[in-house]
């Protein structure tokens, strides 16, 4: 009896340290995504239903933001100065995720930041899969040590850059199509690039400007760009192919 008395308050105690995910739904609970984002808590998901959302949001520490689908799911910047969603911070890994959404709308006139898409700051490096970025100044840009782990994705259409790198992400499974630059490494910061699709770009589909070429270049279909590869010294004279 005792045995079983102390089994039971071991397991209400062991409950009781749980935290369980809370799902806030916009815009049920929410009437905007920022919202929703806010008033979550470590480990909770943000769950965005169908609909153009005019606005523009900043991720949060272990939250996972949602949506029901690429052009389903539509955040829209209004072409107005600033990036569409901002991760800042090296709280931000990859137990933040955003998936799921059309995101456009930013504008900036190339300069950065602003005109980003998504735009990862500071160290930030969440998960972002199974978005379509598209009809922004750039697409995804991470600055200052910030690594996304970016999967999954169509970042088309965008008037400069559609993937600009700063540390050594993970570019995996994604279209980049119809920008002016494809994926551009400014530092050699030797990036994964696997499986990707990079085609139409209109300068060139990977540039480095490096040396070295990415820790991994393999299985990328890499065609129908102005120059499909660029690698070239700090001092801007070409190298290799």
Known sequence: MHKSISVFVLLVIFVAGQSFAIVIRVPQD?????QGINAANAGDIVL???GTYPEEITLKADVVVKGAGEDLSIIDGGNDPGDVVTAVGNDITNTTKLQGFTITGASNGGS???GGGIFCNSGAAPEICNNRVEGNDQGIAMWNQSS?????????????????????????????????IGIYDSGGYQPTIMNN???GNTTYGIGCVNPSVPTDLSYNDVWNNGQNYHYCSIYGSPLCR
Do not use: E, K, R
Request: charged share 0%.
């Open 148 to 180: 996304a782990f970016l999967h999954n994705n169509v970042v088309i259409d965008n008037t400069y850059t559609g993937i600009s790198v700063s540390s050594a992400s993970n570019i995996i499974n994604n279209t980049i199509a119809n920008n002016n």
């Open 48 to 50: 965005v239903a169908p």
């Open 112 to 114: 950065m930041p602003g």
């Open 197 to 199: 699709i990079v085609t």
């Open 30 to 34: 929410y009437p905007t995504i920022q």
